[in-house]
């Protein structure tokens, strides 16, 4: 007898993601930071269909992942975790949480945390619209990052862009009111339009240090300089931050 076919297909897997995840081997180093130090680091993610996916009855409830109530910062698209470990080691009143769908990044991310001795921060291994949509509380969240996320510069592959119609609720159902999402790109044409994107959302208001005629934020001076900054600032290209507040709720 076959095997049955499940009653519908996940929301997030009738669209593009903004990441293709290719098979790449971890270094032997990471391979142990991966067995040691995940079971503290790396929260469990119970799975839909995709090895990134979300069962949507999942839930990071960040009073028991972290043992205690404080400011959460979500970053998505933590890379190799060089913004999320300086931050979560200069600031450990407040907690962290880094999303990514490569390995490999964290690993790293966990090994440079273990050093610096970082234990406010937890990593989640999934795909980030999800993560924002339901396994995070709703208004659990204190600001969401976004820094330097895929451009998918190639017209054909815009569609792929995390930053897009929609977004908007998904970070503000998981931010708090008066949340931050703060952003960063260094292609021009991303940053018009996650700006056009994020004006047009009800849940979001233009918070640029009290500058709302602005057109960029101030750089973010709590975000570290990183390979992916540096190769945009070498290459000639413009960084561009923007902040958005959530609003209040009803």
Known sequence: MPDEQPEHEPTFRKQPVSFVRRSGRMSDAQERAWSELA?????????????????????????????????????????????????????????????????????????????????NLRL????????????LPEGSVDEVWVFFPDPWHKSRHNKRRLIKQGFGALAGRALRDGGLLRLATDWEDYALQMREV??????????????????????????????????????????RDLTYRRVARG
């Open 39 to 119: 079971p503290f680091y790396a929260f469990d993610v119970p799975r839909d269909v995709a090895s990134t996916s979300v069962d949507t009855q999942a839930r990071f409830d960040p009073a028991e992942v972290y043992g205690r109530r404080a400011p959460l910062t979500v970053e998505i698209g933590s890379g190799q975790g060089h913004a999320i470990v300086a931050a979560a080691s200069a600031h450990p009143d407040r907690d962290f949480l880094a999303v990514e769908v490569f390995r490999a990044g964290l690993a790293r991310t966990m090994l440079d945390a273990d050093r610096a001795g970082a234990k």
């Open 124 to 135: 989640i291994e999934a795909n980030a619209p999800e993560v924002l949509a339901t396994l």
């Open 198 to 239: 994020l004006d047009a959302e009800p849940e979001f208001a233009r918070a640029f240090d009290g500058a709302p005629d602005r057109d960029w934020a101030p750089r973010y001076d709590g975000r570290v300089m990183t390979a992916f900054e540096r190769k945009g600032l070498n290459k000639g290209r413009e960084i």
